[in-house]
């Protein structure tokens, strides 16, 4: 398992994180214990988490992954070798979060997502405290959000320099050690960037956006930012939530899988994507490779990666996943992979 730097700090992250979002819906507290015994086996030391979570969010499940993190932790006696990471909600207009309000990124807000978090996970502070979306009007979950549909800023939008001030006191009281951004846009960024440069909170050390051989959005604009920055990606959806592994070509529904449980795949199912999918698949036949295999190694290789987030609801998808870690993209297959991005580009942004 290789290790790498989570910004300009001095932690080192494990190049595969194990996502964890399933559990409490499509996997059970014990299942989630099996799949932390076993990465922590192979070397990860990353978790990523959200209040949020599970997926996908209902009142009666919320928070549920961050409790069945808490008691891992505790039974297992083993807080000081995980590296945690979680999120605080972004706008959006679920008001279970919040006791009947809307989330933002207000101070009153963020104080109240940390408090809950840190009761859930039962330990005294977040390694990386990530905002899940913006405050700002944005279109979400691609890896390149855009403003095309929300053209005006909320009237009560949150400033950076807020959201920015009330994370610096949570730094300040040990309850946060870094900040990192989710769902972000290249401004975005680079506005929180600056701020904290003027002296306004904590630099931000990380973005977790989606990012897959389907969506390469993520190379157009933000990988210069997130090299030079040093804010590092933390890839989401490497498998395009399972669509990479080719489980569901042809309306293909195999039982318990997400899209079959929840009807959530839309953003899969765009034009191209399916002959898209249909070359890569063919691009791992011809190596020997799983297509798991194909898809996690071309994300966890790319330069501007931190991390890789990976999530499975069986433990043989786990173990699949986990050892793509020591898979090398070959040129050959870098030019193959290539070839199909030029000829197809990004059919599910």
Not at 238 to 249: D, H, I, M, R, V
Not at 252 to 271: H, M, Q, S, V
Not at 277 to 296: S, V, W
């Amino acid at each position: 398992m290789e290790y790498r730097s989570l910004g300009r700090t001095d932690l080192r992250v494990s190049s595969i994180c194990l996502g964890t979002m399933t559990w409490g819906q499509q996997n059970t507290e014990a299942e989630g214990h099996e799949q932390m015994d076993y990465a922590f086996e192979q070397g990860v030391n990353f978790l990523d988490t959200a209040e949020l979570y599970s997926i996908p969010p209902k009142p009666e499940t919320q928070g549920s992954t961050e409790r069945i993190i808490g008691n891992w932790m505790k039974a297992r006696g083993n807080r000081d070798k995980v590296i945690l990471a979680s999120k605080v909600c972004g706008r959006n207009g679920l008001t279970w979060f919040r006791d009947g309000a809307k989330p933002t990124l207000s101070r009153a807000h963020i104080r109240d997502a940390i408090e809950k978090s840190l009761k859930r996970l039962q330990t005294d502070y977040i390694d990386l405290y990530q905002l899940h979306s913006p405050d700002r009007h944005v279109t979400l979950w691609g890896s390149n959000p855009t403003i095309y549909r929300h053209p005006e800023p909320a009237p009560d939008e949150v400033p950076i320099e807020e959201t920015l001030g009330a994370l610096q006191e949570l730094v300040q009281e040990g309850k946060v050690r870094h900040v990192g951004l989710s769902n972000e846009t290249a401004w975005g960024t680079t506005r929180f960037v600056a701020a904290a440069e003027a002296g306004k909170g904590p630099r931000v050390v990380s973005i977790q956006n989606a990012y897959n051989l389907l969506n390469r959005t993520f190379e157009v604009n933000l990988a210069e930012v997130a090299m030079r920055e040093q804010v590092g990606l933390l890839v989401y959806s490497p498998l395009a939530q399972g669509y990479l592994t080719g489980k569901y070509q042809k309306g293909a529904r195999p039982a318990g899988a997400r899209t079959t449980l929840f009807k959530r795949g839309d953003r899969y199912e765009t034009p191209g994507a399916e002959e898209a999918i249909d070359a890569y698949l063919a691009i791992a036949r011809e190596a020997g490779m799983d297509p798991a295999t194909l898809a996690i190694a071309f994300a966890t290789t790319r330069c501007f990666v931190t991390s890789n987030i990976i999530g499975a609801t069986t433990m043989e998808q786990l173990k699949v996943d986990i050892a793509a870690a020591d898979v090398a993209i070959s040129p050959e297959l870098e030019e193959k992979i290539d070839a199909v991005h030029q000829w197809r580009g990004n059919p599910c942004p």
